[in-house]
């Protein structure tokens, strides 16, 4: 079922392929979404051996933490399980607005402790930077509730690398997740050199771009969600980046797998990156994404790979 890979410097051992859990029960997010299809996807995932969720307060809001809690506590699974929740998300007013006070992340971790039924959380991340609280003391409530054993390793989510740089003062961040993949690699100039250096582990979010890495899609198809305002998904633009996709085929062809488990196995060849969370909306996807372990890359292949979506 695959190897389990440290995470970084914690002490948090998972399948190299996660599930990101926004799409079960994320319906501010996608519409349409079941919650027993969004339960099963979460018991597939655990029945096939994928032992690390990724999920956030902002999916649901609130939805997607309760079913994954549902579904540890009915399945028994939960000290096998390891779970990576978020929050920086507050409604006041009925606006939400971004929060990194400590007194706001300290009450965001018990009201995701009680949504997800546990006692403690894995991996808890500040999901977006604020822009008033010094990064190092919004860590610093954090390391507090780490030490109370509430939660075992600290993540922060879509900082920048000056951000990252004041949060991690102390050597206390474990884990950064961010927006990376083969059209968007922006953070392979500072950030990924950064993490690797302070054996920070890296967690790309989008690594198949809103399915376009997929290898599914054709200069005729449409899109009515957000891909239609999403620059690579437009124009010229678009069918320079299906050629790519297209070159992305021989390759998959010869290993008689799909896009998708290349591109994913190309970035389990990254340093810094030790685990993967593609979502899913059905359970039948989340048996599909643990076919990229399978996936064997030369070196040669990876040096192919990282050339075609250079420019």
Known sequence: MGEQTRIGKTDLY????????????????????????????VRTALAHGINFIDTAFIYGPE????????????????????????AAHKFVDGKVEIDNSPAFLIESVHSSL??????????????????TTPKDEA?????????????????????????????NAKGQVDVLQSEYNLF????????????VERHISFVPYFPLA?????????????????????????GEAYIRNLDKVEQLREIANGKQAEVAH???????????????????????????????LDVQLTQEEIEKIDHIFRD
């Open 210 to 234: 809103s399915g376009l890495l997929g290898g599914r899609y054709t200069k005729d198809s449409t899109f009515e969600d957000g891909r239609s305002r999403n620059p690579l998904f437009q």
């Open 14 to 41: 998972v399948n190299r392929i996660g599930l990101g859990a926004n799409a079960v029960g994320g319906h501010n997010l996608f519409p349409h979404l079941n919650d027993d299809t969004g339960k099963e996807v």
């Open 63 to 86: 939805r997607s933490e309760q079913l994954i809690g549902e579904v540890l506590k009915e399945t028994g699974k939960r000290q096998d399980t390891v779970i990576a929740t978020k």
């Open 262 to 292: 290349v591109v994913l196995a190309w970035y389990l060849t990254r340093p810094s990156i030790d685990v993967l969370i593609p979502g899913a909306k059905r359970p039948e996807q989340v048996i599909n994404n643990l076919k990229a």
């Open 114 to 131: 009680k949504r997800l039924q546990t006692d403690y959380i894995d991996l808890f991340y500040i999901h977006f930077p604020d822009k």
């Open 139 to 167: 860590v610093g409530a954090l390391q507090q509730l780490k030490a109370e054993g509430k939660i075992r390793a600290i993540g922060v989510s879509n900082f920048s690398i000056e951000q990252l740089t004041e949060a």
């Open 184 to 195: 968007r690699r922006g953070v392979e100039e500072a950030i990924l050199p950064y993490t």
